[in-house]
């Protein structure tokens, strides 16, 4: 390619750049979604265009290769890492029925590795947007674009970003102990991996196991943190509650930092298995509401925000005030017109109660 071909490329390239990142940005919003929509978690997405500089000297190596921009497929990249090998398979897949694929130029290139050797090498795609969505008007102005979508885990990302940074390119040139010291890592990277995914599979079936003992015999299952999250997630009973207390569409995911606080509540007022705490929100769910239409939201929108104004409730329909103050001040420190709170609750709760009492 003459220089002046180049420079001219290079110039339409520069004039055409916004559109470039915007179609990357574009690909990242819609991949994330993607993800989401199919429960895939995953570490990071991100996306980026090639700079001038880069591209020049892609280029200018080899001059045959890439004689217009439309040659060059990786102007637009994007980068997914998963937390777990077997999440890539997944994030492929999807990639595979959601885009047009350039299957010449894309390449599982773990499958380039002999089966006596080691190393870790990611999923690479060349990809543009299907019929249907070109057939959208936020999608039609990207008809000529196409990107490289790369899939790694966690650790095959951690092993090329290292493989990068010691400059580790042409295996015969390095001598044969470093390959050997390569070699020795990658595998232990590939156990690893698998033996998340395996790790992953064990608490499926430990949750599983969890919210099955909690449905037989529920008063035999005592509360901890460490299952508390799987019945918040599973129980028909709190999210109907949650429902009716969150306003927002938006509901996040609890957290340890929240399900850690609700142990403390469930042991302030004695609610030791799930079978009490089923109890409870049945029996006190009208009160908890009444606490919510007083009481600012004490969390942000999160799964069993129920549990929280229960306990609320609970302890302010025990009437003793020593109780209650200390309720207050430990669960919400920062509040300044507790007196006034709890009066209202209490002026509240005694029609509620009443009302319970008679449906007894």
């Not at 180049?6 to 991949?31: P, R, T």
């Not at 570490?43 to 217009?68: C, G």
């Not at 705490?277 to 799964?303: G, T, W, Y």
């Amino acid at each position: 390619m003459q220089t002046q071909d180049l420079n001219g490329m290079m110039l339409e390239y520069v004039s055409e750049k916004e559109s470039y990142d915007a179609f990357a940005q574009k690909l990242k919003v819609l991949l994330s979604e993607l993800l989401d929509a199919a429960g895939i978690k995953y570490h990071s997405i991100v996306a980026r265009t090639k700079d001038s500089e880069s591209l020049y000297q892609k280029v200018a190596r080899q001059p045959n290769k890439y004689r217009s921009l439309a040659d060059v497929h990786d102007l637009t990249g994007i980068r997914i890492v998963t937390y777990f090998h077997d999440d890539v398979k997944e994030a492929a897949r999807i990639i595979e029925n959601e885009f047009s694929i350039d299957r010449d130029q894309s390449v599982d290139k773990s499958t380039l590795l002999d089966t006596t050797e080691f190393g870790y090498l990611s999923v690479h795609f060349i990809a543009s947007m299907n019929e249907q969505r070109l057939a959208l008007s936020e999608y039609g102005r990207f008809k000529d674009h196409t990107a490289e979508i790369q899939i790694r885990s966690i650790l095959q990302h951690a092993w090329a970003e290292i493989e990068h940074d010691l400059g580790y390119k042409n295996p015969n040139s390095v001598p044969a102990e470093v390959r050997r010291s390569f070699s020795r890592v990658a595998g232990l990277l590939e156990i690893a991996d698998q033996e998340f995914v395996n790790i992953k599979r064990q608490l499926k079936q430990f949750e599983e196991e969890t919210v099955r003992q909690i449905l037989e015999d529920p008063h035999q299952v005592r509360i901890t943190s460490d299952n508390l999250n799987y019945f918040i997630d599973h129980s028909p009973v709190i999210n109907q509650l949650d429902k009716q207390l969150v306003t927002s569409h938006l509901m996040l995911d609890s957290d340890p930092q929240l399900i850690n606080e609700l142990i403390r509540m469930f042991h302030y007022v004695d609610i030791r298995t799930y079978g009490e705490l089923i109890d409870a929100v049945e029996l006190h769910s009208p009160l908890a509401i009444q606490c919510a239409k007083v009481m600012p939201n004490p969390f942000l929108p999160r799964q069993g925000i129920g549990i929280a104004y229960t306990c609320m409730a609970l302890t302010i329909a025990g009437n003793d005030e020593h109780r209650i103050d200390y309720f207050f001040r430990r669960f919400y420190p920062e509040l300044r017109n507790v007196k006034e709170i709890v009066g209202q609750l209490q002026t509240m709760i005694q029609p509620a109660t009443l009302q319970e009492k008679n449906i007894d």
